[in-house]
């Protein structure tokens, strides 16, 4: 072969190389990356299908159960307008508790409970992951909305 | 040569994408109640658990609701001014102690002043989370037909209050004229 | 007082600063001798104040003195004397008062060791750097003075992060600044260069030390603070793909590259424009993660606290900094074309592909870190991308340098004979290819394509890298004696190697299980008993901790006896989880006590990771070769000497 011929199939070769390898990424990204679903829209039933996602809200007070002894724990999660219930088993993180804004990991279970595989809580317990507190600002807000609606309905003869 | 100028183009568009995330930094989010409605609430008082504080007290003024904490050292930073405000009788201000304990509470209105016309004792955080407050501090202008007019997070200070809350009380007193 | 003193040193820091910026470079391009004169006076007088200041910091947190605010929220009265003084650095104001003082010390550094640069060189690159210093000292002087006082002083103050309250921890950052910083010397000699417009390679030689430097403390930066993941985020991770870690991993591929690009413009005269580029790249990816960690554009579970007002402050600076090394290097660079060609097989062609491969690499860690925000602006869904992109990603482009670097490593300049470049590496290839096979069936009695190809390409390493320090000892005819930076080269090769063989292990066989155990119970885990014999309460200074004994047997013979805790800080009132591990240099056994399940029982995680030490080894090794490389003698040479010396064809880079 001629040095030209040479070169070009050196680019040939690259730009194929580079193209396959760009392709694998570009699939284990759409495969990887995990939307963030307000428990709002889960519990309306627009949860992804067959994939992971994450949820995120408050841990309800008095919500967390689990047989005694028992690794698998239960929690309730909120947005402040709807609730859903968590499965988890394993170790949680060192700031969870009851009141936090904790974010999990996961896909829905057959019974309608989200089954986590990972809960994460920050390592200030003072701050919120930021998707967390703005959905629960905003679902707060439109529950509260709501409730203003429905008393001032009620007031009305 | 355009091959020379690419790394800066594309440096370029990331600055653009980087001052538009800016902008999106929850800090400066509106509050989702700002001329809505403010949560109700009724809490027992700091000190004095028998009686309660809430938003019944104030319906019809023009007030300040002052989320706060002994935890927060931003609480401490902006406690002299109001301090300040109170003992200038600008505005009423009422205090959520936003999970915290009592006595630590007590303490610290006892060392440092009470600016407060009364402070509501929220240990769970159920109320601070109903306003939809990110941390401490956070300041809410309350108007008095109970709507929020605006909303502060972290330390409030002189600069803070005369741009920001100042005209908007202005403009209630004239609306109410 | 004292915080007013340091305040005001910082104030005098800035005015030096701004003097040590503008004149030398005005000087450089008139061509005026007294104004290049003032580089080096003013540049020392910056890091005296710089210094002095961050003294007073450091004095106020030794003194617990509650009426500055950033002591207040840091620190407290009980916390331990070697965490006041790490507490300094351990949030957003001081570690930014860290970086100028470290820029302060490179700058002092570079105007002592550049006796043999033209004046007018060292000028602009002082200049270049007292500029930086300027932005810095105006980003805190302005948005993050961590002198601001409390009044009145608080009773205590707020505690450090107990995560911060760390061994590991309090070295980590300076570390990682000393590397992050570093690279600022290379983009001050690159930006000095092209205003100067003398591209040749001489600039290129100058900056190769430096470069190293800088590297290797990086280098060390990053294994640490994965090292401290390791045991302190208490459950056994060390890489995380984290914003905040990818933040200092990014300037480590293009820093990298341009380490070996840098060798290819120094012997060869080749590649110039494009290690210019990389030159600003490093630095550029530095202040990039600086602004992505500090502004809240990103959240991670590092990140330190936010505001808007400094992001944009960054981002200002950046576009300046960056922008304007960018614009200049458009102009420049054109000129730059070589006419010098090289042979399909030689060392440049090797060198080539390792740049191309490094800077994919940087590029999707880039692409993975910024994706949220990305694909946030495409749809306005808010997305995440775990760690397991990142791995297929990293791994796609890496597998085939570290193929390559062996061959790289033994092919020579300009052109290699392909026969004696094989009959060469035959033997550490067959070694690679039996080693790599037999380790995983043998010693962990599985194994997959995956595992067998990624240990291949780490025992291939290591042989290449021991073949030519072999043949020296053994005094084989025909060997050259190795250089210094040839002999750095190998060294940092050979820990590429061991941190290859490392991960390749410890991600395919780690055991990992959550149990949950009764005081006297036994597991048995990975071939070892873990027994956990009591818990029991123990109090530390500022925390009180519930402790576990766990005593672990092997066949009934005793191993080892952990103490997992679960602390709360008595002050911040958040629980902490301080894992128990045996070390060992196989294997590390790993204990973490969970949470209360109710009856008496614990969730304890268990963890067997062999090799994990070798990761950091790697990285230790690596730098290792850095130190080794860097002293070599001709970047010690005087000006003359060197010229007389010329570039000697054919040494190893």
Not at chain 1, 43 to 53: H, L, T, V, W, Y
Not at chain 3, 322 to 348: C, H, K, N, V
Not at chain 3, 618 to 643: E, H, K, N, P
Request: net charge neutral; glycine share 8%.
């Amino acid at each position: 072969m001629k040095p030209r011929q040479q070169r070009m199939l050196a680019v040939g070769l690259a730009a194929v190389g580079l193209l396959i390898a760009t392709v694998l990424t570009m699939q284990a990204f759409e495969k990887n990356m995990m939307f963030y679903v307000e428990i709002s829209e889960v519990a309306k039933g627009n949860a992804p299908e067959d994939r992971n996602f994450r949820v995120g809200g408050l841990v309800v007070e008095e919500s967390v159960v689990r047989e005694p002894g028992d690794l698998q724990v239960q929690f309730t999660l909120t947005d402040m307008e709807a609730e859903l219930d968590v499965l988890f088993s394993g170790v949680l993180p060192d700031l969870f508790r009851e009141g936090q804004g904790i974010i999990a990991h996961g896909r829905m279970g057959d019974n309608g409970k989200f089954v986590a595989d990972k809960v994460l809580a920050k390592h200030d317990e003072n701050y919120m992951p930021p998707e967390v507190a703005e959905s629960l600002a905003k679902h707060a807000a439109a529950k509260a909305a709501a409730q203003a609606e429905a008393a001032a309905e009620a007031v009305k003869p | 040569m355009l091959r020379y100028a690419a790394p800066a183009i594309v440096f370029a568009g990331m600055v653009a994408m980087f001052y538009f995330a800016l902008g999106r930094d929850p800090g400066e989010l509106p509050s989702p109640y700002l001329g809505k409605p403010a949560p109700q609430f009724e809490l027992p008082r700091v000190k004095d658990p028998s009686a309660t504080i809430g938003s019944a007290d104030y319906a019809g003024q023009t007030v300040l609701v002052n989320i706060w904490a002994t935890w927060c050292v931003g609480c401490r930073q902006e406690h002299d001014f109001l301090l300040q405000l109170a003992n200038s009788n600008a505005i009423p201000i009422i205090g959520i102690n936003w999970r915290d304990q009592r006595q630590e509470a007590i303490t610290w209105l006892r060392q440092l002043g009470d600016p407060y016309v009364a402070s509501g004792y929220d240990a769970d955080g159920r109320v601070g989370i109903d306003w939809g407050a990110y941390g401490a501090p956070e300041t809410f202008l309350i108007g008095p037909d109970g709507t929020v007019l605006y909303k502060h997070i972290s330390p409030l200070t002189q600069q803070v209050w005369e741009q920001e809350f100042v005209p908007r009380i202005e403009q209630v007193k004239q609306a109410s004229l | 007082m004292i915080p007013e003193l340091g305040h005001f040193a910082l104030i005098l820091a800035l005015s030096l600063a701004i003097c040590q910026g503008v004149m030398p470079l005005i000087g450089a391009q008139r061509g005026d001798d007294s104004l290049m004169a003032l580089a080096r006076p003013a540049a020392l007088g910056q890091f005296v104040f710089v210094a002095f200041s961050f003294g007073c910091l450091t004095w106020s947190f030794l003194q617990s003195d509650f009426s500055v605010l950033y002591v207040a929220n840091h620190s407290q009265l009980e916390l331990p004397t070697i965490y006041k003084i790490s507490a300094v650095w351990g949030a957003h104001e001081g570690s930014l008062l860290l970086w100028i003082l470290i820029l302060a010390v490179w700058t002092v550094a570079v105007s002592r060791y550049s006796a043999e640069l033209p004046l007018s060189m060292r000028a602009r690159v002082i200049g270049v750097l007292g500029l930086l210093s300027c932005g810095f000292l105006l980003f805190t002087l302005l948005t993050s003075n961590p002198f601001e006082r409390l009044i009145p002083a608080a009773q205590d103050g707020a505690d450090l992060n107990p995560l911060l309250q760390d061994p590991g921890l309090a070295i980590h950052p300076p570390l990682l600044y000393i590397g992050y910083v570093g690279f600022s010397v290379a983009f001050a000699f690159a930006v000095a260069a092209m205003l100067s417009g003398n591209l040749d390679q001489t600039w290129a030689r100058w900056t190769r030390p430096w470069t190293t430097w800088a590297w290797l403390f990086l280098t060390v930066g990053i294994a640490l603070g994965s090292w401290w993941a390791y045991y302190e985020l208490g459950w056994g991770g060390w890489w995380f793909w984290d914003p905040v870690e990818n933040a200092s991993f990014m300037p480590w591929l293009a820093g990298t590259a341009l380490i070996h690009s840098l060798a290819v413009t120094e012997k060869r005269g080749l590649f110039k424009s494009w290690t210019l580029l990389l030159a600003i790249s490093a630095f550029s990816l530095s202040l990039l993660g600086t602004f992505l960690v500090r502004s809240g554009i990103l959240v991670s579970v590092h990140a330190f606290a936010t505001d808007p007002s400094r992001g944009l402050f960054i981002l200002i600076f950046l576009g300046i900094v960056i922008g304007g090394a960018l614009t200049l290097y458009a102009m420049r660079a054109p000129s730059l074309d070589s006419a010098a060609g090289f042979r399909p097989l030689s060392r440049e062609t090797f060198l080539l592909l390792n740049n191309v491969l490094l800077v994919i690499a940087a590029t999707l860690v880039l692409f993975g870190t910024l994706s949220p925000l990305l694909v946030e602006f495409a749809s306005g869904e808010k997305i995440s991308v775990g760690p397991p992109w990142f791995e297929i990603a990293f791994v796609i482009p890496m597998l085939p340098l570290i193929f390559l670097v062996g061959l790289g490593m033994h092919t020579a300049w300009r052109t290699q004979d392909p026969r004696r470049l094989f009959a060469m590496v035959r033997t550490p290839a067959i070694i690679a290819v039996v080693l790599g096979v037999l380790v995983p069936t043998f010693f962990y009695g599985r194994f997959s394509l995956m595992t067998v190809v990624s240990l291949i390409a780490g025992f291939w390493i290591v042989a290449v890298s021991l073949l030519q320090p072999l043949r020296n000892l053994r005094r084989e005819e025909g060997a050259a004696r190795m250089t210094r930076s040839a002999l750095g080269m190998t060294v940092a090769h050979l820990g590429l190697g061991l941190f290859v063989i490392g991960v390749t292990i410890v991600s395919t066989f780690t055991v990992e299980e959550d149990i949950s155990m009764v005081p006297g119970q036994k597991v048995a885990v990975a071939g070892y008993d873990f027994e956990l014999k009591s818990l029991d309460r123990v109090e530390g200074p500022n925390y009180n901790a519930l402790e576990g004994l766990v005593e672990i047997r092997r066949n009934g013979e005793f191993v080892s006896e952990l103490r997992p805790q679960k602390r709360t800080y008595r002050v911040q009132q958040s629980p902490m989880t301080e894992a128990g591990i045996d070390v060992g240099w196989n294997r590390d056994l790993f204990v973490a006590l969970g949470d209360p399940l109710g009856n008496a029982a614990w969730s304890v995680r268990i963890q067997y990771k062999p090799m994990i030490r070798f990761i950091w080894l790697g990285a230790f090794v690596m730098a290792l070769g850095g130190i080794v490389a860097a002293s070599d003698r001709r970047y010690r040479l005087t000006a003359a000497a060197r010229d007389k010396q010329g570039v000697v064809a054919g040494e190893a880079a």
